[in-house]
Structure formats: C-alpha cells, structure tokens
C-alpha cells in the first residue's frame, strides 16, 4: 500500500480526505468506474496487468473531480470521454478510489500537510470558475444601482433595516445582503442583530445598542459608520475600521458591504474565523493576534506581495481560496417528510425541491430572527397545538430549521417510518417562499437522486410524526449502504462500494454539535466538566467523545473503530481497546478517593516488615497516565473522571491544580512524597463529568473552577420526538414534566432523556414505561420532595399520587400510561 506519511490534506466539497499522491499514472480498472493511484490497493485485481493512464504532473485526480459536481456522473462521463480516460470495458471513469482520496475527519486532517499551494495554483482551472465571477459583480453591480453610494449618508431607515412590514416584498438593504445575493457569499444564519439595528414584529420596538438613546440616534451612528467604513477601505486603511464602535457588533455585515462598495480593497470573506484560516493556510504561521479587518488586511498585504497572484482578482484569489482550502464544516443531513403519506413527492421529484406547509407564516425570511419567527408561528399555530409550548416550539423549530439548510447540505425525503423516496443535495437557490404554489409553499431547492430510494430494514419511528429531523450518522450511512444504483454510472463493482453520486468518496463524519463543544474546549482549556442533571447522558457523552476522538487519532490500532456506534459490539471493542493501549483511562472518584490513588502515594505491599508486609511509593492513576503520553507524544491520552465532585478535588489534584492549566503544561514540580519532578504533557486530557442533582458546580472549589471548562448537558426530548407509547408522546412526557419541576424546584433537578432511552433506543411498551416510572423517575422525585406528597403530585398529577393518604395509586401499566397522557400531555407543563 502507499505509504500514509506521504499523505496530504485536501478539501473537496465540505469533507476533508487525505490525497495519496499519484505515482505518474492512473490504474485504469477493468469493471468498475474508478482511477487508482496505489497499485497495492485492495480493491484491485491483478493490477500488474492494468493499463495505465498518464499522469505527469499528478493532478488528473482534480482535475477529474473538477470537471463537473459530484452528483453530476454524466458531465464528468464526457469529460474522461473527452482525454480517454475509459476503464477495461470502455466505461469512463468518472470518480476516485479511496486509494486516491482517503475520507479523514476534520481531526486528522489537522495531523497532516495541506495541500501545497503550487500544486493547487497548477490544478485551478480559472476559466471555469469565470461565470460565478461574473455573477458576483452583476449582484454587485445590481445592489450599487438599488442602493447608491451617493444615497448613503442620506439613506432613509425603512430602505435599510429589516422588520418593517414584507422585507421580501419591499427587499431593504439588510434583507438584499443576507437573502438576495448568495453569488457573493452568505452572511446567512444567526440573529438578526448582525444588521446593527431592525425592527421586532413581536414586541413591537427597535432593537439596537442599548447606548443610543433611540432609534434616530442608533441609525445615525449605523449609518455614519457604514459611509466611514467604506471610506476607510477605499484608502487603504481598512484596519481602521476597527475602531469604529457603531459598526463594531456586524463584522459580516460590514465585510459583505465592503466587497459591494469598496471591490477592490476587500475579499469577500466574511465569517470571522474564516480569515485567520486563510492567513494561516498561505503563510504556514501562526496567526497574529489582531482585531478583525487588522487581520483582513493582513491577509490582504499577503495575496498582494505573492507573486503567484499576480493579474488575479480579489474574486478570483477568494474563490480559489474555497476551493483550495474550504474552511466549511459539518455538512447537514435532513429528513424531510413529502406531504402525507408521500402526497407531495411527485410535486417535488419534478419541481427540484422539498416543501413544507405552515404557510400562514409566511415567508421565513421575512423574519428578523428566530425569535420573531417563534412569536409568528405562536400566533397562527397556538390553537391548533392546545397552547402547549413545547410543541409549538418543536414544530417552529422544523420549519426554520428549513432557513439553515446550505448548498451541499442532504435531504432525505420520506414517507411513513421507514420509507425513503430519494436523497437531495441543496443547491444554490436553497430555501425559497413559493408563492405560486397553492400550499406548501416553504421549500428548499435540491439536485434528487433516487437510487437511495429503498425501505429501511428498521423504521424510524419518529419519522411517522416529525417532518423535519435531523438524520444521525449511523442512519445516514444505513441510508447510504442501501442505496442502489438505476443510473448507468451507478456503481457495479466493489472497487466503487465507497462512492456515492452525492458523496464521492464516503465522507468521513464531522463530530456532531455536542461532540464538537467538547473538542473545543479540550483544545482550549485541556480539560472539561459535562455537568447537568441526572439522565443526560454526561458518561455516555465522554465515553462516546473518547471513541471518537482518541480513535481517530489511534494511529490505526488494531481493534479501533471511530465510527462504531454505542451499544454495539464494534463500540464495545474500541473502547477496550483504547484502555488497553493506555490512551484512555477511566475512573470514578468517592469520599474516601485520594492523592495517593490519583497522583502518588505509600501503598501496602508483600515483603518485609510486620506482618509480611512493608509500605511501598506507588504511582497513582494519573501520574502513571502522565509518563506513558510524555514517552509517545505523538498522540493524545485522555482520562475521563466519572462524578468528578463526589471526591474532594483540592486533597486529590494538590499542586495538579496548578499544572493542569494549559500553559503550565510541560513544566515541573517536585512532588512531596517522592522528591521527583514531575510535568502534565501538553497531550494528556482530562474529562470530568458532574451530576449537578448532588451539587451545584457553585460548591466547588474555586480554584478548581478555574482550571476547568464547563459544558452543561440538559434534558433535550430531540430522540424522543414521534416515539409513542400508546397514545403518550414521550417528548411531550419529558417537557412537561421538566416544566413543572423547573417551576416548583429548579433547573438541576430536571429528569433527563436517558431514562426513556433504556439500551439506546426509546421505551415502546406500557410495561417498560411503567417499570421507569415506578422504579427510577418515582424515586428520584420523591427525593427531591423530600416525601413532600402534595409537592409529588404536583409533578405527577393526582391520578398518580394520593396527596392526603401520602401513597401511590395502585395503577395497571396501562392505566399508568393513561394516567400520564391525561396530566401530562393533554394538560401540559401546567400544574
């Protein structure tokens, strides 16, 4: 096989991989549709015997996959008819083996070299990308005409702000920047309060810095700054614009208005973090600390003084930029139901779309936020959900979760629980109000393909009562491997098993969003506390991050899957083997826990002395932890500490509470004990996790809470939407349970989703239910009401409870279940 420290990382279409540079040439298989790169690769036969294609400067691989999107097999068909590149058969080749592109995640790709700048420059075809540079300066050009720059210091509020009746209709400059000019780039997403100033529908007011007095007073400052931002720009001063407080608060908004007004001087890079991505991606240093157009102008002084550059457009150098380093993220994947019973599909099959109804909302971008949306949606839906919030703001959530979607996302359209009719990928256009439809009028645009359409092997039982869910990625790849292939350039042989007409080469998975929040504060502080109340799944979401990462970055030990999901014996076997390899170590501090267990301590052992016995200096836990990662710094260790404020954290850690800090790590102490310096490596991490029921993180030494970053996991009743026991929908269950108990306690004592999820998956009898109600939530609550029954039955209703005899009624499981969905779903969080 090709040697992996040969590797290089590469970008193509929101995933990342891992390019095995090719040898000179092509393997032209003999069946499947595939180039190769390794002559070793497994899903090679005889490859001596292989014709070869050739490759002299190693870039046909781009070029391949360049020459038309990834979903489109035709374009690129004509295109290897167009140099030759046919297969065994004559079949064109029209995609790359995982010998040549590698799915990696975004972790590991941070272990490898990009993709040298040279050989990107020599692999960008700048003819092909000319319309959507032309595109760009016609909606530029466009809005210069709508909104001229003379006009500016002069422009009225209702010509610029959002919330003022239709912004669809009457397209102010807010709504044009975010919605009506995606050729330049997106500032789609987030709140509102990137414009600076806009009018809430809802509570009837202008939101604006709370430092201006009014409305005239905030719009003056807006205005005025805008007009000097441009300005600043235009003179080669675009560091200036940093100091300009009015306009502080709306980076992208200010960086989009740049590219229109002030072309070139500005990069249409707009998203903060994107920039010093780019900086470092070109120069290969760190990233000076500089405020956000400081840093923009850096990058800017950098395309300038490059030579290779030289007769590029800022347009053209930033979409080479995306192209070479795209800095996206985490691609989304949706299901979205077609109507009732499929009722919609034909519609959207022909139409290019996904649609949804709720239409009395009207246009979504309409909305200046998510909150407006939510007061909207309140208004017209209230009646029909019985008033009961959490509903409503569920159902809210599905439509503007429509918003959000972004060109590369997936939609699976499906029908029923385990149907799938086709997977769409968005295109451009994204969501669109069509108000030519005669219903469902919210739709997305997608490119189908209908050789994922297949029944699933397991039904989805939320997807029955839910239309717009996101699809975890254990489904995902279920939908994946069940695709099959009615196009001629469906796959046909093993070599093509890991490609898709929407995927390529199958993406390796993004960390989800909770996995993701982890990650980043391990990088930022090197350890974390998931704290929150008991059933959020604190344990299960550090044991699942430590699959996950350290098995990304294992090195390829033997018995290590990233990917495997809990619960499965694959999942099992990870984590036994990432023990055994002594990259993850797990413990569960108590009372009587101490330093002598964690750091060093005398410990009894056989030899001399009384008794047969004599006492010995051992290392403890985390020291021993601490010299394994100092001998293989290569790869990071991780120690994840069950019920972390159960043990008295000041006498386990001692002077640990200093070398914990992330730039303390590498320095030494002597220890007490022994006399011996000792270090944390900078690749040791530590996981704690809190259940906040026993303890607030309040109570905890405050030194402690310093060193530590805190993530809090709540209750979320997300897997439980459309799962039913009898007529109970378990998410309306759990938040209107939670309701009351945030009312008459508080939000630590909250029951969390874990409790419905017995084995993964939620509880589908009145039986099981019945056993959780009575043997662990029942429990639990009459601790916190400290046998307080009328405070019991406030929680649980008093079909359940019998407030003045203080006793449980005797109920059958399904009377319990009964019992439950008249108090708790029909009646809601009231009490």
Known sequence: MADESEQVAVTYERGDYALTRSPGFVLLPQHGRLIHHDPGCGHLTDPASLPRFPDPDGLLWRRLIDSAPSQDTAGRAAYAKSIGLLGGRGQPLTGVCSCVLRPVSPTQAETLRPWPLDEALAAFDRERHAPRLAEMNAQAEEIRRAFPWEDWPTLPLDRYALGLGDSAQTKPYCYVLEFGSNALGSIAGGSARKHLLYWREQDSRWWHDSRYGGVEEAWEAVRAGIVEAVTAAREGRMSDIDAIDAIRSGPALIAKTLRVYAPDAALAVYATTWVPHFVRRLTGEPVPKLERFALMDRLKSVIDADARFAGWTYDEVVTFLFWWADPHRAQQVVKVAAGRDGSLWERCRTGGHIAVGWDEVGDLRAYADKDEFQAAFTAAYGERYHGYKAKISAKANEVWKLLGLRPGDLVVANTGASQVLGVGRVTDEGYAWRADLPDHRHTVAVA?????????????????????????????????????????????????????????????????????????????????????????????????????????????????????????????????????????????????????????????????????????????????????????????????????????????????????????????????????????????YLIGTMNTADRSIRALDAAVRRRFAFVELLPSSAPLQGCHVEQLHLADLLDALNQRIRTHLDREKQIGHAYFLPGGEPVDSAADLAAIIRGEILPLLQEYAYDDYTLLAAFLGEALVDAETHTLRDLTDEGLVTALYTELQVSGGTD
């Open 448 to 684: 189908w393909d209908e050789g994922y359409a297949q029944r699933l092997d397991e039904p989805e039982r939320s997807w029955a009562t839910v239309t717009v869910k996101d699809v975890p990625a254990a489904l995902w790849q279920r939908i994946r491997r069940g695709r099959t292939g009615a196009a001629p350039e469906t796959a046909d042989t093993a070599e093509d098993a890991d490609t898709d007409a929407l995927t390529g080469p199958a993406a390796a998975r993004p960390l989800d969003a909770e996995l993701q929040t982890v990650a980043d504060a391990l990088e930022r502080r090197g350890q974390v506390v998931l704290f929150g109340p008991p059933g959020t799944g604190k344990t299960y979401t550090a044991l699942r991050f430590a699959a996950r990462w350290l098995g990304e970055l294992s090195g390829g030990l033997p018995g290590v899957d990233p990917y495997a999901e809990p619960g499965t014996a694959a999942y099992a076997t990870t984590l036994d083997a990432l023990t055994d390899a002594g990259r993850l170590t797990t413990v569960t501090f108590h009372p009587t826990y101490g330093y002598e267990d964690f750091v060093e301590g005398f410990r009894p052992v056989r030899g001399g002395g009384v008794g047969g016995l004599t006492l010995d200096l051992t290392d403890g836990v985390f020291k021993r932890v601490c010299a394994r990662a100092t001998a293989d710094p290569g790869h990071p260790y991780l120690v994840v500490v069950d019920e972390l404020n159960r043990g008295h954290l000041p006498k386990i850690l001692g002077e640990l509470i200093t070398l914990l800090e992330k730039d303390k790590r590498g320095r030494t102490v002597t220890l007490p004990l022994s006399q011996r310096p000792f270090a944390i490596p900078p690749n040791v």
